[in-house]
């Protein structure tokens, strides 16, 4: 059936029909319907087959811009990986579907005559969809689901897996360092990247606000995403390859992605497990590239972003003695001082000093929770660090970069305007 299917995209109509391959779909339907009755009947292989068949059709049909028809196999698609869902141990009718959604994300990034600006937001839609039941039915919170998990999402967003989504802003920029690659057919990828990159923050947000429900793994996997794209949209920002007015649009496309950083903790009932570490350690990386490229604006956002997370801590974090909320807003510190200006400096202090300070020192009023910030911050020794052969993480690569006088002045700083 799916033979016939293909065929039937070589049919010519001399009418106009609603739909663009009426045989085409008519023969897809029937080939869904046997699919859907045999994963009915535990005939699990079939999805197998049925989910390959549907990704063939759909590319075909992305090619040739058939819109609606493209829509149908999507939704197909996503009828297999609800199976996926409601059958155990069948992560696997997850999987193949949403390898297929990443192949059409590039049919239609990369193909030279293909036309749907609404088809990467349908696909994220309906991706969205999946992971949302999946959060609800078959995530427990438990670890050994983290496997399960990335078995059943990996082709989408495991960064492990060459398919995942986010390499696509690799693949594009490849394509743009091609000498091959026409100039016409270069302005249209970045076109299409950028406004991609614009949707795709809606994505990880509707996706942290389900997975802060539980608590769930899929956290890891949002955060990886976030820094993988930021990290590629930087890198073409710097290249030479877009002009100033898209410069900017890259510009606004980060920063709306990064904000789904403070979104995950932000749509948290109450925190009990610890995800933040890598997170901070991305955050840091991505606001060392900002002060790096002078991109200030989007540098003062970040360690927004860092205090906001520390905030959410602060105060939904369960069975805490109050180090974690300084430790991290201590990232943020560690930005300031290595960008160096008043501004940024006195953005900060404005930031913490009504709301967070105040509620910190209210919740944890011993000495000794008052003296964390500073005496982490005067631990530290840039000198020491620069020894370190291999050091341990960016934090320390970042931190042997600052000067001891400078941490030593800001901690003076810091404590003047916090204790006035």
Known sequence: MA???????????????????????????????SIEDSLSTDLLDIG?????????IGLILISKNAHTDTRMIIEHLSKIAMFGIAKPKASFLISYPMQAYSMFLRAWLFGKD???????????E???????????????????????????????IDLSKPIAMPYIFDEAY?????????????????????????????????????????????????????????????????SGLVDDEQKQKIREDVTWIISDYWRIYHYH???????????IENLLRIGYEFNRLSLLKELDELIGIIVSISESFLEKQQDSYGFDPPRILEKAVYLCILNG??????????????????NYISKYPLKENKELLF?????????????ERHPLSFKDTLLSKLLKKDIDEFVTFLRQELEN
């Open 174 to 238: 490849k394509m743009l360092t091609d000498k091959k690659t026409k100039e016409e057919e270069k302005q249209k990828v970045v076109g299409n990247l950028l406004d991609f990159g614009h949707e795709i923050w809606h994505f990880y947000d509707a996706l942290a606000k389900a997975a802060a429900e539980k608590e769930s793994f899929m956290i890891h996997f949002i955060d990886a995403n976030i820094f993988q794209i930021t990290a590629s949209l930087l890198r073409l920002y710097q």
């Open 375 to 387: 005496r982490e911050l005067s631990g530290i020794d840039p000198e020491r660090l620069k020894l």
């Open 341 to 358: 200006t008043d501004d940024i400096k006195n953005k900060f202090i404005a930031r913490i000093k009504d709301k967070f300070w105040k």
């Open 126 to 156: 309906k991706v969205q969809g999946i992971v949302e039941v999946y959060l609800k039915f078959r995530d427990l919170a438990t670890d050994p689901l983290s496997l399960e998990m990335q078995y059943a999402f990996g082709d989408f």
């Open 114 to 124: 293909v036309y749907d600006d609404l088809l990467p937001n349908s696909i994220l």
């Open 269 to 279: 009932t109450k925190i009990t497990k610890n995800y933040e570490m890598q997170m």
């Open 3 to 33: 033979k016939i299917a293909i065929k039937c995209t070589e049919i010519r109509y001399k009418t106009t029909s609603l739909s663009e391959y009426t045989h085409c779909i008519l023969a897809t339907q029937y080939m869904q319907q």
């Open 48 to 56: 197998i087959n049925g989910s390959q068949n549907l990704k063939n």
